[in-house]
C-alpha cells in the first residue's frame, strides 16, 4: 500500500519557470490538498480539493494552480517559479465525511527557485 | 493572523525527561485537536487527537491535556526517548466537511541520551 506519492523529491527551478508537482494516492480519499513547510511557518494551505472536479483556495494560494480530474490525482502547477516559492511542499489525503480522518502526507518535494 | 499559537519553538530535554509543548487557539468554531509528528525528511504523520469535552487523553507515552475555558491544549511525552526527537505540530480542525486543519508552527524536540 503506497498510501501518498509526491513526484519529484527534489527540483531547482530559474525564475520564471514553471512545473507540475505530482501526488497520487491509492487510499481512494475524496479530499486532497497541498501545503508548504517553511521554517518557523508551519504548515500552510495552499489549495484542497473535496472530490474530482472540485478545487478551492487556501491560505497562500497565489501563484499556484490545481486541478483533480480523478480521484487518485491532484498535481499543483507553479506558472512562473519565483524565489518566495523556495519551499518544501506537501500533499495530503483523508477520508471525507469524518471528523477524525487523519490526514496522511507524502513525504514532500523539496523545491529551490533561483 | 496566526489561529493556532504554539510554543515553545525549540525544546532539549534529557532522556526520560516529560517535554510539554503548548498550544492556543482563539476560534471557539474549533472542534478537534489533533498533533502531528515529523521527522526530518518525512511527511508529518498524526500521534494523537482530542475533542474538546474531553479534558485529557493519553496514547501510550503521550498524553494531551485540554482547558476549554483558557482555549489551550498540550501535549506531554512521559520518559522521552532519543527515537522521540522530532517536529510536532499541533492543529486545529473547524467543523466536519470542512476538512481544513490550521496548524501550529511546531516545536522541534531534541531528546539527548
Known amino acids: 500500500n503506497a498510501g501518498v506519492t509526491q513526484t519529484p523529491k527534489f527540483q531547482v527551478l530559474k525564475t520564471g519557470q514553471s512545473m507540475t508537482l505530482q501526488c497520487a494516492q491509492d487510499?481512494?480519499?475524496?479530499?486532497m490538498s497541498w501545503y508548504r513547510q517553511d521554517p518557523g511557518m508551519g504548515l500552510r494551505l495552499i489549495h484542497y480539493?473535496?472530490?474530482?472536479?472540485?478545487?478551492d483556495q487556501g491560505e497562500v494560494p497565489n501563484g499556484y494552480n490545481v486541478s483533480r480530474s480523478t480521484t487518485e490525482d491532484f498535481p499543483l502547477r507553479l506558472l512562473s517559479a519565483a524565489p518566495s516559492q523556495t519551499s518544501v511542499y506537501f500533499c495530503a489525503s483523508t477520508r471525507s465525511g469524518k471528523l477524525e480522518s487523519p490526514l496522511h502526507f507524502g513525504n514532500g518535494t523539496r523545491l529551490t527557485v533561483t | 493572523q496566526q489561529q493556532v499559537k504554539q510554543s515553545p519553538q525549540s525544546l532539549i530535554v534529557q532522556k526520560g525527561g516529560i517535554p510539554i509543548i503548548n498550544c492556543a487557539y482563539e476560534?471557539?468554531?474549533?472542534?478537534?485537536f489533533p498533533w502531528y509528528q515529523q521527522f526530518p525528511g518525512k511527511g508529518p504523520a498524526l500521534l494523537i487527537a482530542?475533542?474538546?469535552?474531553?479534558s485529557e487523553k493519553k496514547e501510550g507515552r503521550f498524553t494531551i491535556s485540554f482547558n476549554k475555558s483558557a482555549k489551550q491544549f498540550s501535549l506531554h511525552i512521559m520518559d522521552s526517548q532519543p527515537g522521540d526527537s522530532a517536529t510536532y505540530f499541533c492543529?486545529?480542525?473547524?467543523?466536519?466537511?470542512?476538512?481544513?486543519?490550521?496548524f501550529g508552527k511546531g516545536t522541534k524536540l531534541s531528546v539527548i541520551p
Open positions: 476560534n471557539t468554531a474549533f472542534d478537534y
Open positions: 480539493s473535496v472530490g474530482a472536479g472540485i478545487t
Open positions: 492543529a486545529a480542525f473547524q467543523g466536519a466537511g470542512s476538512y481544513q486543519l490550521t
Open positions: 487510499m481512494n480519499h475524496e479530499y
Open positions: 482530542i475533542r474538546p469535552d474531553v
